[in-house]
């Protein structure tokens, strides 16, 4: 079956630090692929998301790279700022339309000044 | 973008008793919506699959005598948990899928249920 396997947290960061949070996946077929982040006491906000092989997603300055090579899809972030210690859910779906998000166990990160 | 909201956002009822919870799709139509759950610094675990008109679809362990899906509009799914017990509590997040955009899910801030 499908799953998503992210490295284990919490992580703690210094101000402008950078991030690497990994995240393999398996599946059938060609899947996409997303990052959820989670702040303190709100619900899951889309982060960036990947549809094809070699696809960027990017936003906020978060970058992640579907590598289908490596069944891989690597959250990063250059610099990372108090406001990013949140939760980061690595996360996928096939691509047949109307099918559940299957999530990793999501990666505790903290920032600290 | 595209807005889900729940209703409560956080609940606490007596054993025994049952909960109601609401998801909306705010300016969307969502022809399946996903109940998931959430424990304590844990993921989210898949529930159930809601279907507008149709019976629900449970996840292998999940009872669906215990938690009723009721999907009866394009922009309303809800979850009731009846005969709640102290293990129900938990995080429950719901999210839709807008029929013009099938690989993207919106997700509702959810609903903290505590059961005492």
């Known amino acids: 079956g499908n799953s998503v396997t992210q490295m284990e947290g919490p992580v703690t960061l210094s101000e402008e630090a950078f991030l690497t949070i990994n995240c393999t996946y398996t599946a059938t077929g060609y899947p996409s692929l997303f990052w959820y982040v989670q702040y303190p006491g709100e619900g899951l906000q889309l982060l960036l998301k990947?549809?094809?092989?070699?696809d960027k997603g990017s936003n906020k300055g978060f970058e992640a790279t579907y590598r289908k090579e490596t069944t891989s899809f690597h959250l990063e972030k250059g610099s990372v700022q108090v406001s990013d210690s949140a939760v980061y859910f690595c996360?996928?779906?096939?691509?047949?339309?109307?099918?559940?998000?299957?999530f990793g166990k999501g990666t505790r990160l903290s920032v600290i000044a | 973008g595209a807005v889900v909201s729940q209703h409560p956002s956080w609940v606490i009822c007596k054993s025994g008793t049952s909960v109601k919870i609401e998801c909306r799709s705010l300016d969307f139509q969502a022809t399946t919506m996903f109940w998931y759950r959430q424990f304590p610094k844990q993921s989210l675990m898949l529930m159930a699959t809601?279907?507008?008109?149709?019976?629900?679809?449970?996840e292998q362990g999940v009872e669906k005598d215990k938690f009723l899906i009721n999907h009866a509009s394009l922009t309303l799914s809800t979850l009731t948990v009846t005969s709640a017990h102290p293990e129900d509590s938990s995080f429950y997040i719901c999210?839709?899928?807008?029929?013009?955009?099938?690989?993207?899910?919106?997700f509702g801030p959810g609903t903290r249920l505590t059961v005492t």
């Open positions: 990947a549809t094809k092989a070699d």
């Open positions: 996360a996928l779906t096939r691509n047949s339309g109307n099918t559940p998000l299957v």
């Open positions: 809601s279907n507008e008109g149709s019976k629900a679809t449970y």
């Open positions: 999210s839709a899928i807008e029929l013009r955009e099938l690989h993207e899910q919106y």
